[in-house]
């Protein structure tokens, strides 16, 4: 069974920095796009940043320049630096892998449990 395993949220005051890790376990085979979405009371769920196992990256306009994500394809792992944090990031932050193969099974998707990220003074 594929599991995804986040770590790293916390509370920081503005303009500080946290950084999100998520492993997924289980027998996979390869996993095609590992990324960080977030879900802020009342709000629906959207993409903060995604990156592919060929190393192309996707940031959502609003943390272009804040936000770094990187991936460790053999350790099945992805990671979110945030810098210079804004009240409005505050959100539940999840990871996500799409296309994940597991031998024999077809691609699915699969969703972490979701770890808080609180900004505020």
């Known amino acids: 069974q594929v599991q995804l395993a986040e770590s790293g949220g916390g509370l920081v005051q503005p303009g500080g920095s946290l950084r999100l890790s998520c492993a997924a376990s289980?027998?996979?085979?390869?996993?095609?796009?590992m990324g960080w979405y977030r879900q802020a009371p009342g709000k629906q769920r959207e993409l903060v940043a995604v990156r592919t196992s060929g190393g192309r990256t996707n940031y959502a306009d609003f943390v272009r320049g804040r936000f770094t994500i990187s991936r460790d394809n053999m350790k099945n792992a992805v990671y979110l630096e945030m810098n210079n944090l804004k009240p409005e990031d505050t959100a539940v932050y999840y990871c996500?892998?799409?296309?994940?193969?597991?031998?024999?099974?077809?691609?699915?998707?699969?969703w972490g449990q979701g770890t808080q990220v609180t900004v505020s003074s």
């Open positions: 289980g027998p996979i085979h390869s996993i095609d796009d």
């Open positions: 996500n892998a799409q296309g994940v193969i597991v031998i024999p099974l077809r691609p699915r998707d699969y």
